[in-house]
């Protein structure tokens, strides 16, 4: 009698933003559909894969330090290392050439051939050949249209509803690791937004590295997403990340319209200056920026609004910097994302542009911004002390189980005492408001439903 051998094991890590964590449900469901299981122990894995990040230079200096990591372990017993997404993308040469540990390497759109790929490291290993296994190819049409998420949250799910940039910011590696602008089909990304419904999660994000530009037939993101918002039972729709080119009115409206669509809007700003904006290719203006801003709040005050925002960008003078400074001051956002400038390989402002904003500049005003935003996240968080605000509940706070975690309409992280509160996971609550940090809103009970 012949006994089947052990499925193979594989660990996979992910880096980087929602778009990767999502790219990491397809490749489980791509793999699973293999035969292949997933263990969350990497000492017991046979296969290890890394979906890699490549946007700044900490991201790609994280995924070095695990590549290091795995060097030991590999020395120790046969195991493939796979690496994936925006890094194999942009790395190709020097992954294969420098690090010899790597078997594999997969871009973004070549996860269908993964299985195919780590089976054959696997027999070239039994072999002692260690023949390495590339599918960096991008493609025009790849949107995993027919590919359902392995989904493990049971309350966010998410869906790319299109993949690829061709807006070509000068200081962005997306359009080179991800390629070009690709949108779904809407009647499978609705299809699939009644499923997710049907498997009980309650909040779907809308996704893509420039999700504002969906378009497919006479379909827009307007419409999309509306489509998407009427869904019944799902409570909130939210999407990231867009593009400030793209916010005509009739997305405002929807948004504004829509209850279950958050009244949360990311809008990246990346700098205040036009000049600098025109050296990196944004395509708007400080005062239009500005106008955009003022229409959204016209139409709803309340309105959540977050950014990003990159400081030492090449040839960003003092004068640069204080109108960003400026800008943050006088628009008061909900919170910011802010990251100091790092060339990226291919990308226009690394063929162009001179990096000459020296580190301790770069440090200086990144750690000014940073501390500005901080006050007034924290302000603008104590807005809303002695309210009562509906929070979904998402589980445990990151600090402590004794803490139950969620998320305001607004995207602003809740915590409370569980023994105050008690709820679950997917549970829309009303809670009150007695504290609030910079990041943080802190509830109390009892609980209001
Ligand atoms: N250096 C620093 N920040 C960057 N971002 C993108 N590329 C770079 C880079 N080379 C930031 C932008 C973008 C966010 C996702 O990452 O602010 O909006
Ligand atoms: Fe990068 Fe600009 Fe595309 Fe965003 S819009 S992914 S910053 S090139």
Redesign the pocket.
Known sequence: MTTRPAPTQVHLETFG?QMNEYDSELVRSLMKQDGFVFTDERERADVILMNTCA??ENAHNKVYKHLSELKKLKQQRPLVVGVLGCMAQNLKEELTDIQPLVDVLAGPDAYRQLPMLIRNAMLSQEEGLYQKGLAVDLSEYETYHDVVPDRTDGVNAWIAVMRGCDNFCS???VPYTRGRERSRDPEGIVQEAYRIAEQGFKQITLLGQNVNSYRFGDWDFARLITAVADVPGIQRVRFT?PHPKDFPLPLLEAVVAHPNICKQIHL?L?SGSDRILGLMNRTYTNKEYRSLVERIRAMRSDIVLST???GGFCGESYADFAETYRLVEEIRFHSA?I??????KH?IAARKFPDDVSEGVKTERVTRLFDLQRNISYERNREYLKTIIPVLVEGDAKRSAAQGMGKSDGNITVIWDKRTISSRPGDMVSLAIYDASSTTLYAEGPLMK
């Open positions: 933003c946007i700044r200081f962005c590696v990340s990246p990346q990003d925002i990159i994302f990251f100091k400038y790092s060339e990226r990308t």
